[in-house]
């Protein structure tokens, strides 16, 4: 089964097989793991800027490089240039490019690829450049061939040429729906080979098929064949994980396959929200990456015709949405973990040495639950990477935030509350520096004590004609953890929740009962959780006044 991303992606997407099917095909795919055998070794070219290595991606000098990134849909919306030095802000060493060969939208021109290509340079990104219009080919009659994709990269071979050590070619994207998804072989080796013959020396990324989610496991088990075509042996393969990699089981079990059997893996997109095909697991996703060091690229920088997979509303980066924060910030997150190539300067494998301790930090803006911090910027041999905010308690430590640079806003905080914090930072070789001095802040009471020892927080973050996507964060003020919870609320103006992830919502007339996903139904002693949904209005869009968990009346924070 695929995401049907319509709520996702610009273009429309068909939906997928029934879900019946798909279960079952999915648990037999998943249950022939080990379709793949350990690769063999083969003679290829001498490789040329970013190639493979032993299963790896790596630079021209040998370092290995993870992509850790976003997809950007420049295509559709070219003139959001501004987007890739945002994007660079992040922390994020690549970013994914949507184009258009003509088939299907406006054909990118070799000038504006060029341009592409620049901007990726001036701000330090690898860029991997991939053609929409093949989405879905064989189910989706709009969609165009890996063949036509192929010539389209072939008209730009001048402005693609010498580009090897920072361009990426992924050749088509989902070049193929559910419909007989065994057709994806031939002509994703056949187009490999058209653009070898041609003279391509670049790394060249395929998708799966199945929509990108491989949930039948064709391009799993014909990955070795494929590859072993390919004469320079500079062939990644992309998984692109929604909705089919619902548990860690399956996630772990698909990325794996690949690394056992040396062969060139990348996450080329994924989601984390919740849709009406199911609950991605990105947790498991980004951790097992950063363990197999695998690259990943999220879906999608802004722009989704349903904004559910935006990570920044309405391109602006200082609006970032639950599913950006996650991405940004989170754990295994890519200001955490992104690494900038050594061909722009970043740190190469022999640098040992630590940056110099950032700044105290210093602390403002402080609410009930959230401060925001700044700090003087540290310096290092080569350059720092990143920042990580810890809360120290006693001789304890426990990471709250990571940021690009050298400011963060720390949220999901407890009303009159105590806290320290203190800062680390990071280079690109991984190496971190001396802790810095401490600042403490106590958080606003934030109104008094609710009757039910919670408090929740509810905000719109985007809205539009006739439709809106909001966050509601749910906070225990209790001393004892909460295991199961129900939330209750009533929307006044006619609002309907239509999609939601972190939880199951359930709405009759404008009263909503909120169950918790398996991940979000703990709230720990003084935490919180956040569930995010979009939902449907017409004019006026009142928050609820008024909040129930578990049938006890909460603080409105």
Partial sequence: MRTARSTAKNPAR???????????????????LGGLAPAQAATHAAATGLHISDGRLVEGNGNDFVMRGVNHAHTWYPGETQSLADIKATGANTVRVVLSDGFRWSKNSPEDVAAVIA???????????????TTGYGEDAAAGTLDHAADYWISLKDVLAGQEDYVVINIGNEPWGNTDPAGWTAPTTAAIQKLRAAGFAHTIMVDAPNWGQDWQGVMRDNAQAVYDADTTGNLIFSIHMYSVYNTAQKVTDYLHAFVDAGLPLVIGEFGGPADQYGDPDEDTMMATAEQ???????????????????????FDPTRLSSWGERIFHGADGIAQTSREATVYGGATEDDTEAPTAPGAPAASAVTATSASLTWTASSDNVAVAGYDVVRVSGTSETTVAASATNSVSVTGLTADTAYTFAVYARDAAGNRSARSATVSVTTDEGGSTPTGGCSVGYRVVGQWPGGFQGEITIRNTTTAAIDGWSLGFTFANGQKVTNMWGATPTQTGGSVSVAPASYTSTIAANGSVTVGFTGSQSGTNAAPAAFTLSGAACTAA
């Fill in 292 to 314: 197999l060091e695998l690259g990943y690229i999220a879906w999608s920088w802004s722009g989704n015709t349903d904004p559910i997979l935006d990570l920044t509303i309405g």
């Fill in 14 to 32: 068909k939906s997928p097989v029934t879900a019946l099917l798909t279960a079952l095909v999915t648990l037999l795919g998943l249950l022939a």
């Fill in 119 to 133: 901007q990726c340079k001036a701000n330090r990104l690898i860029c991997v450049l991939e053609v929409h219009d």
